[in-house]
């Protein structure tokens, strides 16, 4: 029932700045942590950054300092600012929700939305 639909992905040039956003529908009442992960074909899917719902966020190294998530006041959006953007950032990048204790941590992901970085 839980879906999660990411939104605002494109292209772009190096150091140009692009938005994305991820909707939730559906969810169950419970605290969460929401993420940001990427996965380019032939290489891991790697975090990227991720909100809980006290608002604390965590960046992967590689993003510190240029991309930024947020979350409106519902809890029901999520956005990841990307700024100063890199070749290295170009990915398919996807949306996760997982409950938080004591609720079961059952992980959702969204079908991803991709993210190309080029001059």
């Known amino acids: 029932q839980v879906r999660l639909v990411e939104t605002g992905g494109g292209s772009v040039q190096p150091e140009e700045s692009l938005s994305l956003s991820c909707a939730i529908s559906g969810a169950t009442d419970c605290r969460r942590t929401m993420s940001w992960y990427r996965q380019t074909p032939g290489r891991e899917r790697e975090f990227v950054s991720s909100i809980d719902s006290d608002g604390r966020t965590t960046y992967a190294y590689s993003v510190k300092g240029r991309f930024t998530i947020s979350q409106n006041n519902a809890g029901n959006m999520v956005y990841l600012q990307m700024n100063n953007l890199k070749p290295e950032d170009t990915a398919m990048y996807y949306c996760?929700?997982?409950?938080?204790?004591?609720?079961?941590?059952?992980?959702?992901w969204g079908h991803g939305i991709q993210v190309h970085v080029s001059s």
């Open positions: 996760q929700r997982v409950p938080s204790s004591p609720c079961t941590p059952t992980v959702y």
